[in-house]
């Protein structure tokens, strides 16, 4: 798996063991119904064009990233998104490839240290919650 900064190409390599969690809990069809004056029932639909969550989550036994990994993370999760910044291409270890922005309107990066304690070297291990948003 591969997140990739589209304003400068540099690619971080993820675990292939994150799991997509929300995968299918999404629906490009959006809805809304309401019933007329008259009593008759108006339903408006249409799809979605951006916007459905990637929430890549690791297992407490695997998927563990450095430290150094988590503060790079972190780096790109502080640029807000715009036209030339803040956009990422992610690629999943079957192949799909997916434009996202990380979701600033939640917990965009949760790290749990692997021992329990802080880290305190650039190889010590975290356990990784990602959260995007596909654009």
Avoid at 33 to 54: E, K, V
Avoid at 68 to 77: H, I, K, M, N
Avoid at 89 to 117: N, S
């Amino acid at each position: 798996m591969q997140l990739k900064n589209l304003a400068d190409e540099v690619a971080l390599v993820l675990p292939d063991d994150l799991l997509w969690s929300d995968e299918h809990s999404w629906s490009p069809t959006v809805a809304t119904s309401a019933y007329l004056i008259t009593g008759a029932l108006l339903i408006q639909s249409a799809t979605r064009l951006a916007g459905r969550p990637i929430t890549l989550v690791g297992a407490p036994d695997m998927a563990w990233v450095t430290r150094a990994t988590v503060e790079q993370l972190r780096l790109w999760a502080a640029v807000a998104p715009t036209d030339a910044t803040g956009r990422f291409q992610l690629t999943l270890a079957d192949g799909r490839t997916y434009t996202v922005a990380f979701r600033h309107a939640e917990t965009a990066i949760e790290a749990e240290p692997v021992l329990g304690f802080p880290a305190r070297s650039d190889a010590d291990f975290y356990r990784l919650t990602l959260r995007f948003l596909e654009l």
